[in-house]
């Protein structure tokens, strides 16, 4: 495993895992003199380029020679031109392709002991004894091999006069360091792939497409997605989509699932539902093992329910397009620990894989991943389908869990009222959002008033945060529309369908804080419509009122009730988490404008682009979206900057654009990075100095950042923590009912945030984040990014003299415990 930190060994489902080295510094040219190959094999998958390219800027970084290996196996077997020279030129501009630029195909020659001795041999002549392998289990299976054959191809070249002594030498051991690439995400080691964040956007783009069209025609789609030994895509597809029944190898259904089924989707008829969404994995199989395909549960809807079925097979239509935000910053920090796992390798390290372990990149055995991939399978085939879900690890099981838990959710007809609306023993759940509008806040709605229901619970919908709350009269208001808008009301069963892939809040929602409006008038407000607890979703100003509303308990017994916080701003700039909602599909947002911003300079010679991105003092969205971007440089507030090193970044671009022939350049600017140093000063200035050299543009994003259709990270995690919130919020309302049936809940963990932090989604009493606020720049004093992405975003648009140092960071997974988001 490396000697750098056998200390930081620990057991994840029984595979050992070691921490990289994001916590360390590194010196640059420290590695000056050692070569290194990268290649990609196999089936492709978005975001593969980024992690080339970080390969090459780190390994340029650390002083190695690095190459490209073209065409995978094959071309390390053909070599000549297949094994040229990388540089950091070379690998600009392919980050936010999809596919694989330096590409990938499968070899007959390899599997044979011939053709691995050519790949030995071509190696050797490139002094290459470091190889990085971005594949699936059988690229890295092949791989291994190579390694623990080694010796025996270096003694029959030597044997046959085909290498000198010297390079028989110098060339002793090799060592391997793999990288999952896989649109699947079936390797067994990991949270996610690279790719499968990618591979999710297709599907549900293509899902939220069929959905309009089903609607219209009152239809019924069948969709099979890729998938042929894993369900994951379909299961997180299903989970993002509301779609009514999925289908996986891992969790067959039940005998008479066909009658089950065709019950399920009529009574979603019955309901009002005018379109029927089922997702099928390529691989799905019924509980004896055998297939069940698309066409045959389009057969059976048919047949026995009489709706209009059709079949959609998106194919390899989720393996294109250009890779998210999240798979090219993995694609970076994977490239990046796996370069320096190949400088930490002593010849007899074994073959490791880089891995994504929940907030971390770690270190784990490759061929104990492999094996345990392919026990999945072997249970799978024993029909022991319950050890093969447990195989696949925690993030698996929970999102099953997950989908479970929702598909058997109904309204109890005994406890309905003809509109669809539960009856209930008079207990009232609110729910509102507050602040600025974020993706994800509508699914958290939805999952909240779902779950409530079917627990008896009348669900109040605040519309428009304080403003609905307090002028309940609506009488005063000219327009008929908005007058006819109830602002706080019961929401029915049917009334959030459709919620989850719909962006902004359906709710309403304002920037505002409670003491604004006066506590007095809020308190008010909360006992006459008799609320038992309230779920707040919203940003920075959401967190602030029920912090404001807790300390006034005291005064106001309509504040001692549970209150539980989940934080939704693309800032992600809330206490008390890691990842708010809405930030993820922020950063694709920003990412796919700067896409476009620098294709609008293609046949433009020399432009540099200054772009401003929202954040308020908060620097976590333009620092992300410069290292999912490309970008050269990301000023934010938590990093000062000064003339001194504006100057420096102008001198940068300069050599950047004239000695290596990059044509563009990208300098994001958060919006209160500060207040001297303006988006515009900036423009100016690097016009200035830029001229001879370089055009400028500036570009300012503004409010498309919170727009856009939410991405599956932010419905997911939007219906998980709701999930998780109604159980948290009625167990302290059941626990804090009286004698008389009100509810008198004063404790410090009846009024709370639900978090991300690390790996849990964690409960923490707002009282406590108080301590570790900035409530004048409305910033967490802490931050857990600041320290990982900065220094790796500079050694990827190679500044000299950087110390790369980080903590761990947390970006778009799901979570690797039993409260996994």
Request: aromatic share 6%.
């Amino acid at each position: 495993m490396g000697e750098h930190s056998r200390e930081h060994l620990s057991r994840k489902d029984s595979i050992w895992i070691q921490t990289g080295r994001e916590g360390q510094e590194l010196d640059a040219g420290s590695a000056t003199g050692k070569s290194l190959g990268v290649f990609t094999s196999g089936g492709d998958s978005q975001g593969m380029n980024s992690a080339a390219r970080a390969v090459v800027r780190m390994g340029s970084f650390l002083g190695c020679k690095v190459y490209y290996i073209k065409e995978g196996y094959q071309g390390m077997v053909d070599g000549g031109d297949h094994i040229i020279e990388a540089s950091w030129a070379s690998s600009s501009g392919i980050m936010q392709k999809g596919g694989t630029v330096i590409g990938s195909a499968r070899c007959a020659d390899f599997r044979q002991r011939e053709g691995r001795l050519k790949a030995a041999k071509n190696l050797i002549d490139k002094n290459i004894t470091n190889l990085v392998v971005i594949g699936g289990d059988g690229s890295l299976t092949g791989a291994n091999l190579f390694r623990q054959e080694w010796n025996s191809l270096l003694d029959e070249l030597k044997a046959t006069d085909r290498i000198t002594d010297e390079q028989r030498k110098s060339c002793s051991s090799i060592n391997i360091v793999g990288m999952v690439g896989s649109i699947d995400n079936d390797f067994c080691g990991t949270d996610m792939t690279i790719g499968t964040d990618s591979a999710l956007h297709r599907i549900i783009e293509s899902v939220d497409s069929i959905s309009t069209t089903a609607s219209s025609h009152q239809r019924a789609f069948v969709l099979e997605v890729m998938g042929r030994h894993c369900g994951y895509l379909a299961l997180v597809a299903a989970l993002a989509t509301e779609a009514d029944w999925v289908l996986i190898p891992e969790c067959p259904p039940d005998k008479g699932w066909e009658k089950t089924l065709c019950e399920k989707l009529s009574a979603e008829r019955e309901m009002g539902l005018r379109l029927n969404i089922v997702i099928i994995a390529e691989g799905a199989i019924d509980i004896e093992g055998n297939p069940i395909t698309a066409n045959m549960v389009k057969d059976l809807i048919t047949n026995e329910l009489k709706y209009d079925t059709r079949v959609t097979v998106l194919g390899h239509v989720q393996r294109g397009g250009k890779p998210t935000a999240f798979d090219r910053i993995l694609g970076a920090r994977m490239g990046a620990e796996a370069v320096l796992a190949l400088m930490d390798a002593k010849p007899d390290t074994p073959a490791c894989v880089v891995s994504l372990d929940g907030n971390q990149t770690v270190r784990v055995p490759l061929m104990e991943c492999v094996e345990r991939t392919k026990s999945v399978q072997e249970a799978m085939n024993k029909k022991n389908f319950q050890e093969a879900v447990r195989l696949r690890g925690k993030s698996f099981q929970n999102n099953l869990a997950t989908y479970l838990r929702l598909s058997k959710l109904r309204p109890p007809k005994v406890m309905c009222d003809p509109t669809g609306q539960v009856c209930s023993s008079g207990k009232k759940l609110a729910v509102m959002n507050i602040g600025a509008p974020a993706c994800g806040a509508n699914a958290a709605v939805r999952s909240f008033v779902r779950f409530a229901l079917t627990k008896g619970y009348t669900v109040l919908g605040i519309h428009d945060s304080f403003d609905g709350l307090l002028y309940g009269d609506m009488t005063q208001i000219v327009d008929p529309i908005l007058r006819a808008v109830e602002p706080v009301k019961p929401i029915g069963w049917t009334d959030v369908h459709g919620w989850t892939c719909q962006g902004g809040s359906l709710l309403g929602t304002k920037k505002c804080t409670a003491a604004r409006y006066g506590l007095d008038k809020v308190a008010e407000k909360l006992k006459e419509h008799d609320i038992s607890g309230l779920l707040i979703i919203g940003g920075f100003e959401a967190y602030h009122s029920a912090l404001q509303m807790t300390e006034a308990r005291s005064k106001y017994d309509a504040f001692c009730i549970p209150m539980v916080v989940i934080p939704c701003t693309i800032s992600n700039n809330v206490p008390g988490t890691d990842f708010s909602l809405g930030a993820d599909t922020a950063l694709n947002e920003i990412a796919d404008i700067c896409d476009r911003i620098k294709q609008s300079a293609t046949g433009t010679k020399r432009r540099v682009f200054i772009v401003e991105v929202m954040g308020g003092y908060c620097g976590y969205l333009a620092t992300m979206a410069g290292l999912a971007g490309g970008a050269d440089a990301a000023y934010i507030y938590e990093d000062p900057f000064n003339i001194t090193n504006l100057r420096d970044d102008v001198i940068h671009l300069k050599n950047k654009i004239i000695q290596l022939g990059v044509q563009r350049g990208l300098i994001l600017r958060n919006e209160n990075a500060n207040a001297n140093y303006t988006t515009d000063f900036i423009h100016q200035m690097f016009s200035e100095e830029g001229k001879g050299s370089f055009t400028c543009r500036k570009n300012v994003l503004g409010h498309m950042q919170q727009g856009g259709v939410p991405s599956p990270f932010d419905r997911n995690y939007g219906t998980k923590m709701a999930s998780k919130a109604v159980d948290y919020m009625i167990t302290k309302v059941e626990e804090n009912t009286t004698e008389d049936g009100k509810i008198k809940s004063c404790t410090k963990d009846s009024a709370v945030l639900l978090g991300m932090c690390r790996r849990q989604l964690l409960f923490t009493p707002l009282e406590e984040l108080r301590e570790i606020t900035d409530f004048e720049k409305r910033l967490p004093k802490q931050q857990w990014w600041l320290s990982l992405v900065r220094p790796l975003l500079r050694i990827m648009t190679k500044h000299s003299n950087e110390t790369y140092r980080a903590d761990a960071i947390l970006t778009n997974v799901d979570l690797e415990d039993d409260d996994n988001a």
